[in-house]
Protein backbone atom coordinates (compact mmCIF):
# COMPACT_ATOMS: atom_id res chain seq x y z
CA UNK A 1 0.00 0.00 0.00
CA UNK A 2 1.04 3.40 -1.09
CA UNK A 3 1.92 5.73 1.90
CA UNK A 4 -0.55 8.85 1.66
CA UNK A 5 1.37 11.81 1.10
CA UNK A 6 1.32 14.70 3.88
CA UNK A 7 -1.22 16.68 1.77
CA UNK A 8 -3.22 13.99 1.15
CA UNK A 9 -3.39 12.79 4.94
CA UNK A 10 -4.39 16.36 5.48
CA UNK A 11 -7.20 16.44 2.99
CA UNK A 12 -8.39 13.56 4.81
CA UNK A 13 -8.48 15.05 8.17
CA UNK A 14 -10.18 17.55 6.60
CA UNK A 15 -13.29 15.31 5.29
CA UNK A 16 -13.39 13.61 8.35
CA UNK A 17 -14.12 16.86 10.21
CA UNK A 18 -16.89 17.80 7.70
CA UNK A 19 -15.23 19.60 5.52
CA UNK A 20 -13.09 22.51 7.36
CA UNK A 21 -11.38 23.26 10.33
CA UNK A 22 -9.21 25.24 12.25
CA UNK A 23 -5.46 25.04 12.73
CA UNK A 24 -5.84 24.16 16.06
CA UNK A 25 -8.20 21.27 15.05
CA UNK A 26 -5.88 20.17 12.38
CA UNK A 27 -2.91 20.25 14.49
CA UNK A 28 -5.03 17.62 16.97
CA UNK A 29 -6.22 15.72 14.37
CA UNK A 30 -3.56 14.99 11.74
CA UNK A 31 -1.32 12.25 12.43
CA UNK A 32 1.81 13.86 12.23
CA UNK A 33 4.09 11.02 13.92
CA UNK A 34 5.43 9.70 11.04
CA UNK A 35 6.47 12.87 9.42
CA UNK A 36 9.82 13.63 8.51
CA UNK A 37 9.74 17.27 9.83
CA UNK A 38 11.09 19.16 12.93
CA UNK A 39 7.95 21.27 12.81
CA UNK A 40 5.03 19.63 11.15
CA UNK A 41 2.17 22.04 12.31
CA UNK A 42 4.18 24.94 10.46
CA UNK A 43 3.94 21.82 7.33
CA UNK A 44 0.51 21.80 7.94
CA UNK A 45 -0.23 25.35 7.45
CA UNK A 46 2.01 25.41 4.65
CA UNK A 47 -0.18 22.86 3.19
CA UNK A 48 -3.30 24.47 3.39
CA UNK A 49 -1.89 27.52 2.05
CA UNK A 50 -0.57 26.75 -0.79
CA UNK A 51 -2.59 24.22 -2.61
CA UNK A 52 -5.71 24.94 -4.46
CA UNK A 53 -7.39 21.91 -2.33
CA UNK A 54 -7.97 23.85 0.33
CA UNK A 55 -9.91 27.50 0.31
CA UNK A 56 -9.52 30.46 3.38
CA UNK A 57 -12.72 31.24 5.92
CA UNK A 58 -10.91 33.44 7.79
CA UNK A 59 -6.62 33.11 7.96
CA UNK A 60 -7.31 30.44 11.18
CA UNK A 61 -9.91 28.30 9.33
CA UNK A 62 -9.71 26.52 6.41
CA UNK A 63 -11.80 24.30 3.73
CA UNK A 64 -12.03 21.96 1.16
CA UNK A 65 -12.31 23.54 -2.19
CA UNK A 66 -14.86 20.44 -3.44
CA UNK A 67 -17.01 21.41 -0.13
CA UNK A 68 -17.04 24.97 -0.57
CA UNK A 69 -20.43 25.53 -1.12
CA UNK A 70 -21.62 23.38 1.57
CA UNK A 71 -19.48 24.74 4.24
CA UNK A 72 -20.35 28.52 3.41
CA UNK A 73 -23.84 27.49 3.87
CA UNK A 74 -23.26 25.66 6.98
CA UNK A 75 -21.46 28.53 8.55
CA UNK A 76 -24.30 30.84 7.14
CA UNK A 77 -21.78 33.16 4.79
CA UNK A 78 -23.10 34.00 1.87
CA UNK A 79 -20.62 34.68 -1.07
CA UNK A 80 -20.72 38.44 -1.90
CA UNK A 81 -22.82 39.06 1.15
CA UNK A 82 -20.50 41.56 2.87
CA UNK A 83 -23.10 41.89 6.16
CA UNK A 84 -23.08 37.82 6.48
CA UNK A 85 -19.21 37.59 5.83
CA UNK A 86 -18.70 40.36 8.74
CA UNK A 87 -21.14 38.60 11.43
CA UNK A 88 -19.56 36.02 10.66
CA UNK A 89 -15.83 37.37 10.96
CA UNK A 90 -17.25 39.08 14.14
CA UNK A 91 -18.30 36.10 15.91
CA UNK A 92 -15.59 33.91 14.74
CA UNK A 93 -13.19 36.16 16.74
CA UNK A 94 -15.21 36.02 19.69
CA UNK A 95 -14.83 32.44 19.42
CA UNK A 96 -11.37 32.17 19.13
CA UNK A 97 -11.16 34.92 22.54
CA UNK A 98 -13.33 32.52 24.29
CA UNK A 99 -11.01 29.25 24.04
CA UNK A 100 -7.95 31.28 24.51
CA UNK A 101 -9.58 32.51 27.43
CA UNK A 102 -10.38 29.00 28.78
CA UNK A 103 -7.09 27.60 27.78
CA UNK A 104 -5.72 29.79 30.39
CA UNK A 105 -8.36 28.65 33.39
CA UNK A 106 -10.94 31.68 32.55
CA UNK A 107 -14.26 31.67 33.16
CA UNK A 108 -15.64 32.68 29.67
CA UNK A 109 -18.44 35.27 29.17
CA UNK A 110 -20.07 36.40 25.77
CA UNK A 111 -23.35 38.24 26.04
CA UNK A 112 -26.65 36.49 25.42
CA UNK A 113 -27.65 37.88 22.74
CA UNK A 114 -24.75 36.22 20.90
CA UNK A 115 -25.70 33.01 22.58
CA UNK A 116 -26.68 31.23 19.07
CA UNK A 117 -24.69 32.99 16.63
CA UNK A 118 -22.64 30.53 14.87
CA UNK A 119 -18.64 30.28 15.75
CA UNK A 120 -15.56 28.11 15.14
CA UNK A 121 -16.17 24.90 13.53
CA UNK A 122 -19.82 25.35 13.34
CA UNK A 123 -21.06 25.91 16.66
CA UNK A 124 -22.86 28.62 18.25
CA UNK A 125 -21.23 30.99 21.04
CA UNK A 126 -23.20 29.46 24.46
CA UNK A 127 -21.56 25.89 23.26
CA UNK A 128 -18.12 28.00 24.03
CA UNK A 129 -18.63 30.20 26.26
CA UNK A 130 -18.96 29.02 29.91
CA UNK A 131 -21.80 31.29 30.49
CA UNK A 132 -24.54 34.17 28.82
CA UNK A 133 -25.19 34.97 32.66
CA UNK A 134 -22.91 37.46 33.50
CA UNK A 135 -21.51 37.05 37.52
CA UNK A 136 -22.96 39.75 39.57
CA UNK A 137 -19.40 41.49 40.72
CA UNK A 138 -20.38 44.82 40.93
CA UNK A 139 -23.98 47.20 41.50
CA UNK A 140 -26.71 46.49 39.02
CA UNK A 141 -25.97 48.99 36.49
CA UNK A 142 -22.41 48.41 36.23
CA UNK A 143 -22.88 44.73 35.23
CA UNK A 144 -25.86 45.71 33.19
CA UNK A 145 -23.11 47.93 31.18
CA UNK A 146 -21.03 45.36 31.18
CA UNK A 147 -23.26 42.87 29.76
CA UNK A 148 -22.71 43.69 26.21
CA UNK A 149 -19.37 43.45 26.38
CA UNK A 150 -18.33 40.58 22.91
CA UNK A 151 -16.18 38.53 25.85
CA UNK A 152 -15.05 38.86 29.27
CA UNK A 153 -12.80 36.97 31.20
CA UNK A 154 -13.73 36.16 34.43
CA UNK A 155 -11.16 35.08 37.42
CA UNK A 156 -11.84 32.14 39.93
CA UNK A 157 -13.21 35.08 42.19
CA UNK A 158 -15.33 35.98 39.71
CA UNK A 159 -14.22 38.97 39.43
CA UNK A 160 -13.69 40.87 35.52
CA UNK A 161 -9.78 40.10 34.37
CA UNK A 162 -10.13 41.10 31.09
CA UNK A 163 -12.74 42.71 29.00
CA UNK A 164 -12.51 42.38 25.12
CA UNK A 165 -14.43 44.18 22.40
CA UNK A 166 -13.91 42.84 18.69
CA UNK A 167 -14.38 46.07 16.31
CA UNK A 168 -14.75 44.74 12.96
CA UNK A 169 -16.82 47.36 11.55
CA UNK A 170 -18.25 48.85 14.74
CA UNK A 171 -17.70 52.30 15.93
CA UNK A 172 -14.40 52.09 18.13
CA UNK A 173 -15.70 55.17 19.99
CA UNK A 174 -18.50 53.10 21.42
CA UNK A 175 -16.18 50.63 22.95
CA UNK A 176 -14.07 52.78 24.38
CA UNK A 177 -16.68 54.40 26.12
CA UNK A 178 -18.29 50.96 27.70
CA UNK A 179 -13.98 50.98 28.72
CA UNK A 180 -14.59 53.75 30.31
CA UNK A 181 -17.61 53.08 32.26
CA UNK A 182 -15.70 49.57 34.01
CA UNK A 183 -12.49 51.44 33.92
CA UNK A 184 -12.55 51.43 38.07
CA UNK A 185 -12.32 47.86 37.52
CA UNK A 186 -8.58 45.88 37.95
CA UNK A 187 -8.93 44.66 35.09
CA UNK A 188 -7.18 44.69 30.74
CA UNK A 189 -9.19 46.43 28.04
CA UNK A 190 -9.14 44.91 24.57
CA UNK A 191 -9.84 46.07 20.97
CA UNK A 192 -9.42 43.16 18.52
CA UNK A 193 -9.65 44.31 15.08
CA UNK A 194 -8.11 44.74 11.88
CA UNK A 195 -4.89 46.17 11.65
CA UNK A 196 -5.84 48.62 9.47
CA UNK A 197 -7.93 49.80 12.15
CA UNK A 198 -5.54 50.59 14.49
CA UNK A 199 -4.57 54.26 13.36
CA UNK A 200 -8.46 54.92 14.31
CA UNK A 201 -8.13 53.37 17.13
CA UNK A 202 -4.83 55.26 18.21
CA UNK A 203 -6.74 58.64 16.81
CA UNK A 204 -9.87 58.11 19.23
CA UNK A 205 -7.70 56.79 22.04
CA UNK A 206 -5.84 60.28 21.86
CA UNK A 207 -8.82 62.48 22.43
CA UNK A 208 -9.39 63.81 26.16
CA UNK A 209 -12.24 62.26 27.14
CA UNK A 210 -10.27 59.19 27.02
CA UNK A 211 -6.94 60.01 28.71
CA UNK A 212 -8.03 57.39 32.41
CA UNK A 213 -7.88 54.67 29.48
CA UNK A 214 -4.48 55.60 28.30
CA UNK A 215 -3.13 55.36 31.94
CA UNK A 216 -0.62 52.84 32.89
CA UNK A 217 -1.38 50.95 29.27
CA UNK A 218 -4.96 50.12 30.58
CA UNK A 219 -6.34 49.76 26.86
CA UNK A 220 -4.38 47.88 24.08
CA UNK A 221 -4.92 47.37 20.53
CA UNK A 222 -4.24 43.44 19.03
CA UNK A 223 -4.78 42.54 15.75
CA UNK A 224 -6.70 40.04 14.23
CA UNK A 225 -3.46 38.17 12.78
CA UNK A 226 -1.93 37.79 16.66
CA UNK A 227 -4.78 36.52 17.95
CA UNK A 228 -5.31 33.93 14.91
CA UNK A 229 -1.64 33.50 15.63
CA UNK A 230 -2.35 32.55 20.00
CA UNK A 231 -5.00 29.99 18.65
CA UNK A 232 -3.01 28.22 16.03
CA UNK A 233 -0.65 27.46 19.32
CA UNK A 234 -2.17 28.06 22.63
CA UNK A 235 1.05 28.37 24.10
CA UNK A 236 2.25 31.70 22.95
CA UNK A 237 1.36 35.00 24.71
CA UNK A 238 0.28 37.75 22.82
CA UNK A 239 -2.44 38.97 24.49
Aim: hydrophobic letters at 40%.
Amino acid sequence: MNKKSQKQQVIDAIRQNGGYATFTKLNQIVDVSQWASKTPFASIRRIVQQNNEFFRIQPGMWALTENKEHVLNLLEIKPGNKRSEDIFTHTYYQGIIVEIGKHKGFQTYIPAQDKNQKAIANVVLSDLAMTTQIPPFSYPEITQRAKSVDVIWFNDRNMPDTFFEVEHKTDIKNSLLKFMDLRDFYASFIIVANKVREPQYQDVLSRPSFAELRKNNRVRFVPYDKVDGQYASLAMQVI
